[in-house]
């Protein structure tokens, strides 16, 4: 597609729950980032891929969190045993080689 | 460490008027400096970013920032504002450990008067 696509748009779970975040990045673009922003705060890195490898996972916040990437596209990120913290905007980025994110408009996890 | 400060939380602004965003980094090296904007419920859009040569940036819609060395900022600029300007505004720098990740500041949330 033209742009990045994350689904779904908003999630509603309950606490202890496992979820599934996903997104379509723009095709061609190598590079795929997830992003945290919770209420009132900036943007939280939380993890890069590099076609379907992981070079740096340090912001994922716990091992409660995990994601993947397949065939250079799709990326996933799971949040098992979801808790209230939980609760943010989740934003998907992908690159091309040079500069430059599109970011996607993001999941609503609200974890209740 | 690497950070970045947008110290207004938020700026209201009469519609026309002239606008300023702060933003301030601390980098160990030459940035790469971004503005992005999140309209409600939006992702976030690349206003305009500065990677090396002229201090002075153009972007879109009008938007312009300045990145001044000495004092570790890069603030965006508008001359004149428009009702749909109306948004939440992200300074970010980077890269990172040959990576573009990017660290972003806290936003500020501009409100625009008719």
């Known amino acids: 597609g033209a742009g990045v696509s994350q689904s779904p748009s908003n999630k509603v779970t309950e606490k202890g729950k496992d979820v599934e975040l996903r997104c379509d990045p723009i095709s061609g673009h190598t590079a795929l980032y997830w992003y945290r922003q919770s209420l009132g705060q900036g943007l939280e890195f939380l993890i890069y891929f590099q076609g379907n490898s992981a070079p740096d996972k340090s912001g994922l916040p716990s091992d409660r969190f995990s994601a993947e990437r397949t065939g250079g596209s799709v990326s996933t990120l799971t949040i098992q045993r979801t808790q209230q913290e939980d609760s943010a905007v989740y934003l998907c980025?992908?690159?091309?080689?040079?500069?430059?994110?599109?970011f996607g408009s993001g999941t609503r996890l609200t974890v209740v | 460490a690497q950070s970045v400060t947008q110290p207004d939380i938020h700026i209201t602004v009469s519609e026309g008027a002239s606008l300023e965003l702060r933003c301030n980094y601390s980098y160990g090296a030459t940035p790469y400096l971004f503005w992005y904007v999140q309209s409600p419920g939006q992702g976030l859009q690349l206003l305009l970013k500065?990677?090396?040569?002229?201090?002075l940036v153009q972007g879109i819609k009008g938007f312009e920032a300045e990145f001044k060395r000495s004092q570790s900022s890069f603030n965006l600029r508008k001359p004149s504002v428009h009702w749909s300007d109306a948004a939440e505004y992200f300074c970010a720098v980077g890269p990172f450990q040959g990576a573009q990740k990017l660290v972003f500041g806290q936003g500020t949330r501009l409100t625009i008067n008719p």
């Open positions: 980025a992908s690159s091309p080689v040079d500069w430059g994110y599109t």
């Open positions: 500065y990677f090396s040569g002229d201090t």
